[in-house]
Nanobody, 124 residues
Framework: QVQLVESGGGLVQAGGSLRLSCAAS????????MGWFRHTPGKEREFVAAIDWNGGSTRYADSVKGRFTVSRDNAKNSVYLRMNSLKPEDTAVYYC?????????????????WGQGTQVTVSS
């Protein structure tokens, strides 16, 4: 089992930045693909970004490419999401996720572990 705990959400004005953190415990962290999804009521969960076990490969949703950066620190069992140039449409609950897959996928069903989520609200 893996436990994921997000932090760093909050309220920010459009154009601002936030950094989300996710602390993992319970399993060898460095073997896992880590990522972020987001969810807005009335919409499907949306893949945001993911990073492979050593940080050598990342993948982003088109909607955040160039604005968001995913990174990880295996020594701290943590993954991060730096969000710049935030827009009101980025408002959502952001979930930290982990996958036992060998490669990065965008489908929610490929992620085995989910955190409780952290709210990000971007005001216009």
């Amino acid at each position: 089992q893996v436990q994921l705990v997000e932090s760093g959400g909050g309220l920010v004005q459009a154009g601002g930045s936030l950094r989300l953190s996710c602390a993992a415990s319970g399993r060898t962290f460095s073997n896992l693909i880590m990522g972020w999804f987001r969810h807005t009521p009335g919409k499907e969960r949306e893949f945001v970004a993911a990073i492979d076990w050593n940080g050598g490969s990342t993948r982003y949703a088109d909607s955040v490419k160039g604005r968001f950066t995913v990174s990880r620190d295996n020594a701290k069992n943590s993954v991060y999401l730096r969000m710049n140039s935030l827009k009101p449409e980025d408002t959502a609950v952001y979930y930290c996720v982990a996958s036992k897959n060998l490669w990065i996928a965008m489908a929610a069903m490929t992620y085995d572990y989910w955190g409780q989520g952290t709210q990000v609200t971007v005001s216009s």
